[in-house]
């Protein structure tokens, strides 16, 4: 990760630098639509922006290492295995990358979407915790603390939202629930169902409360002045 990011730092400190990496970009094979695709500095406090730095990067790949070759003062080019490291890395963070720009995106998604998503990056993380690449392995252990602080409750209120899109319903509830842990499935399901009806009651009462109210103000407007029948007892 240092190398990608210090051999970026290497390329775009200067003009005639960037002008040097343009010339070994031209002499590697490329995919012609990634060519326009340039690099990019992560940002410390954005995480889905390494992602992009390392895909970035990963384009350029050869690149790189013709660099390292002719340009004697750039000694920082990532070896064979590291490269390797940072596309296992990238493809990693992947689905995060695309659950932030779904979430943080001008489509306004509502929650029945995030439902799924956040599900989709739990079942990531357990399919990663015992990964080959000791290095992600230690990712997923520190993310795991962060994604249960954030997320633990999100089956409470996302679930019921997931439950009211046609598309989903309980069905796919169950669904995940059991691939997460099959062993509480019927328990979260269940406790969804009760939620769900707990606030269908509250609106129920509620609902009736405004119809009464509505139509003793309607009665009220609609009774002559003079013909009160209460003025009468």
Not at 96 to 115: H, Q
Not at 119 to 128: G, M, T, V
Request: hydrophobic share 40%.
């Amino acid at each position: 990760m240092e190398k990608i990011r210090d051999s970026v730092k290497f390329v775009q400190v200067t003009e005639s630098r960037e002008k040097l990496f343009q010339s070994c970009v031209d002499m590697v094979v490329i995919d012609p639509k990634d060519k326009d695709k340039g690099l990019v500095m992560d940002v410390s406090t954005r995480w889905n922006s390494t992602h992009l730095m390392l895909d970035r990067a990963i384009i350029y790949r050869e690149a790189f290492c013709h660099m390292s070759e002719i340009e004697a003062a750039y000694q920082i080019c990532p070896t064979e295995v590291e490269w390797d490291r940072a596309v296992l890395i990238r493809d990693f963070l992947a689905p995060f990358a695309e659950m932030t720009n779904l979430i943080s995106g001008s489509s306004y998604p509502t929650a029945n979407v995030y439902f799924m998503q956040v599900w989709s990056i739990e079942s990531w993380l357990k399919a990663n915790q015992f990964n080959d690449d000791e290095v992600i392995s230690e990712m997923v252990a520190s993310m795991k603390p962060k994604f249960s602080k954030y997320w633990e409750e999100y089956s409470d209120i996302l679930a019921i939202a997931a439950v009211l899109d046609p598309r989903l319903k309980f069905a796919c509830l169950e669904y995940c629930f059991t691939t997460l842990d099959a062993s509480t499935s019927k328990t979260k399901v269940d406790h969804i169902r009760k939620k769900l009806k707990k606030l269908f009651d509250v609106y129920k009462k509620n609902t009736r409360k405004n119809v009464a109210g509505a139509s003793r103000s309607n009665a009220a407007q609609t009774t002559l002045h003079g013909y009160d029948v209460s003025s009468l007892l």
